[in-house]
């Protein structure tokens, strides 16, 4: 052998024995052992790596965890806050009361938080991608653990926390730029304010929001099938605490927030060398905060995406400027008679000014809404048990998306009658079920003009049906959409079809001269034993009216 190749084989075997030192099995660090540059924690299925690294093309160096595979995808960083300025002599070490120490020269740079001293600690990482210490001597918890520490990255088994009760809160931060691991502008995070959600922030601001609770999954992202990942959420009374996704050895996923404010789930390729883009969030336009502004729309299947609700217009100067939402068309008439607009599947709207009540039922929700001249509108927040609980909204509606396959989530909107009247929202459907004999009439106050009242007072006035016919039951109740209705059976005498459609058509028809409805006369065709029943007040006054029915 000569002497140059001697020299190369020696250089193998000491550069070999000096990668080995550490690489070779060895996923912990004792008290009495130290991390220099260059030098790593091999997690023992060689998923994960530990050591110091220099993002992009920084000479800033941090202590990281990173894929073994993929060594520039980082999912955890130690000393956010606290680059290394200078890497000669820096190391890693585990102090011998379980506190890990990132130091230089003599001066800390860093150090973890452990919640109490150790007596035999120890360094680990875990095959999940958790840094663990833990106490040789007593390990039944870990002293310390990278997962309680996010920085960009959820990896499965790492919680993401909101615990307004005891004020732990555990969420991801994004990065300021691929080269710099500190903290950036975007917060990924669960909140509880209102219903559970989560949500990007922007700073302060919402960059997007998944929508509320509804006891089944976020509002505005409902399950799809088949469902792509597990995701665990622990709710104590109504109160997301937390969320984490269980580690699955056969599926390697990641979820992270970018520099750039998306959310971002990869799935590792089959063959465990790069990862491919599963989720992106937001997902398209209308996932923007507001998009449309107070009281407008979005829908990605439309141009523009825009919309008002029914009764707003566009408050904005051009077709194009939606920032300032709409605005109502007609004021609200609270003390003579508002009513409400069933919009289906949607995203419930921000609830910044809010106030729930998780017992009430739906009819006694719109009752609240109705005596409080600030309520916008009101909802069934849960969808559980077929719809339960009452939201109400003050103020402006914001941030209100279509969703496809959501159609159970039904918000009812306040606004005018009047613009309830324009819209035949059912009108020739309560007829239909009239017909079967079985009226409803839901008993909120209306203008005169409206056709919807016509057709009521045709109904327990006109020819059709004549007062005093035989009415076998009479009943109040309140509707799936929260309307109060009053339910007749009658024993005989339907209106004929074609008189109906009639009416429907022809709104500016001359009408007879209602009679006034005054006293019904029950009958009981079995018995025909006599019965006075008196109509609401509102009827008499000519001011009842049909409304919407549940169905469509
Ligand atoms: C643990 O040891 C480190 C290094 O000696 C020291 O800086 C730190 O204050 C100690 N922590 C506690 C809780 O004693
Ligand atoms: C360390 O823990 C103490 C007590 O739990 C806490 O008050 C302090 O804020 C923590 N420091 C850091 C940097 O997490
Ligand atoms: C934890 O303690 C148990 C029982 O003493 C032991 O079997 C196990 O190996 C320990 N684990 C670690 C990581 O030290
Ligand atoms: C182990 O540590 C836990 C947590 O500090 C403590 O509650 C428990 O008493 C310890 N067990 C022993 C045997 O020291
Ligand atoms: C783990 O992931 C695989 C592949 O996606 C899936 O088939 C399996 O059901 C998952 N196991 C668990 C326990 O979720
Ligand atoms: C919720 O509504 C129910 C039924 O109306 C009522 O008994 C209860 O006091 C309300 N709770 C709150 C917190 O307002
Ligand atoms: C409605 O809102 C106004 C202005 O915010 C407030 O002064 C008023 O007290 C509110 N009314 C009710 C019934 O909450």
Redesign the pocket.
Known sequence: MSFPQFTLLLYTIIHAVTFLKFSLGADTLFPDQKIVNGQTLISQNQMFEMGFFYPGTSIKGFLGIWYKSTPDVVVWVANRNNPITDSQGVLLLIARNGTLVISRGGGIIWSSNSSWPASSPILQLLDTGNLVVVDKANNTSYIWQSFDYPSDTRLPGMKMVDNPATGEEKYLTSWRSPDDPSPGDFIYKIENHGLAEVVILRGEMKRYRTGPWNGIYMSGTPPRTPSFF?TNGVFKKDILISILE?Y?S??IERVTIDQSGFFQRYRMSERGDKWNIVLTIPRDPCDYYAQCGPYGVCSIERVPICECLKGFSPGGQGDWDWSGGCTRIRPLNCENGDGFLEVKGVKFPDMLKFWLNTSMSLGECRGECLKNCNCTAYANPYLTGGGSGCLMWFGDLIDIREIHGVDRQIIYIRVPVSELANTDISCLWSFLVLLDLLGYACNYKTEETSPLYISAWLWVSSDLIEPGMAIMERKQGYGANGCMYERYKFAEKRPVMSSVLFMLANEEAILPEPKEPGFFTETSSSSNEEDHISTSEESKKGSMTISDLEAR
């Open positions: 597990k269980p699955n056969s599926n």
